[in-house]
């Protein structure tokens, strides 16, 4: 009879170890997946790097409300010069290490890219930011191609070949301007030189005013807004420059004139030199 009862002890014994063990299994096995897929989560939410943006509507709300923001485009400079947001100034992210920026520490930066370009150059424009004290920085969110698409505001030096570039310039002769000097009527217009300082001071019309393409746009304020604008540059090509940046800086009855100083010489109409 002991010897029953002992195997009997010694069977239930064994019956319940072998529960136990399953229910260990069975809860190691449930645990398992959960903690490595927190492992993961947690893993892929630290290597990821989340880029303050601003989208182009809430820019253009702030631009039109006249917030104190700074843009900084830091595309290359033949880029930046043949398109680019208003008030915007050109440090190509190879150079913003070494620039000295006009601004706060706490007012709003925004940096403007390639439509394109938000991951690797934009993270670096804001690192580079930050580590100069920066803190306040956002990102247009696609660039300057998405701010386009939405009609936004763009200051360019033109394309011959756009029919809406043409479209923006008005022209006059050298023979209507000429008959401008000659009734006397040179106090009732504005004539701006774009070319460079070095070749205003070579030879010029008399009483322009020289602001050399590259300055017009810091310079706007100095042209003034209720004569007409009459613009010139070596040549017929380069006018065209000016009068479409003028035209996108608000001058809309602006004129180039047709053939610039090149045809002006050649009819032997006067010029002067400093």
Same mark, same amino acid.
């Given at each position: 009879?002991?010897?029953?009862? !002992?195997?009997? &002890?010694? !069977? ?12 260990? +299994? ?9 903690? &490595? ?10 290597? %990821?790097?989340?880029? @303050? ?14 917030? /104190?923001?700074?843009? /900084?485009? +830091? ?13 915007? /100034? ?8 070494? $620039? ?10 925004? #940096? +403007? ?10 993270? &670096? $424009? ?12 956002? =990102?247009?969110?696609?660039? #300057? ?14 394309? @011959? ?8 310039v008005m022209y006059i002769s050298t023979d209507e301007l000429k008959n401008i000097f000659d009734n006397n009527l040179a106090s009732s217009v504005y =004539? ?16 322009? =005013? ?11 304020? %100095?042209? @003034? ?37 090149? !045809?002006?010489? &050649? ?8």
């Amino acid at each position: 009879m002991e010897f029953q009862s !002992e195997k009997k &002890q010694n !069977e239930k014994m064994a019956m319940t170890i072998g529960i136990i063990l399953i229910i260990v +299994v069975a809860l190691v096995t449930f645990f398992r997946p959960s903690s &490595q897929k927190k492992t993961v989560d947690v893993s892929e939410s630290e290597s %990821e790097v989340i880029l @303050p943006t601003i989208s182009a509507k809430i820019l253009q709300q702030k631009l039109d409300q006249g917030s /104190i923001l700074h843009l /900084i485009d +830091v595309r290359e400079q033949n880029d930046f010069l043949q398109e680019h947001l208003p008030s915007s /100034i050109n440090i190509p992210i190879g150079s913003l290490s070494e $620039s000295k920026l006009d601004s706060t520490k706490d007012e709003l930066i925004v #940096i +403007v890219g390639y439509s394109a370009d938000q991951s690797e150059a934009s993270a &670096q $424009s804001v690192e580079i930011l930050k580590k100069k004290g920066f803190s306040n920085i956002n =990102i247009l969110l696609g660039g #300057i191609d998405i701010w386009k698409s939405g009609q936004g505001k763009t200051i360019s030096l033109g394309n @011959p070949s756009s029919l809406t570039d043409q479209s923006k310039v008005m022209y006059i002769s050298t023979d209507e301007l000429k008959n401008i000097f000659d009734n006397n009527l040179a106090s009732s217009v504005y =004539i701006l030189d774009i070319r460079s300082q070095s070749s205003f001071r070579q030879s010029h019309i008399q009483g322009a =005013i020289n602001i050399p393409i590259l300055e017009i746009e810091k310079r706007v304020k %100095e042209i @003034p807004q209720r004569k007409m604008i009459i613009v010139y540059a070596e040549n017929q090509a380069q006018g065209f420059q000016g009068g479409v940046l003028l035209y996108d800086l608000d001058f809309l009855t602006a004129k180039v004139v047709k053939g610039g100083l090149v !045809e002006w010489k &050649q009819k032997n109409f006067p010029t002067v030199s400093e």
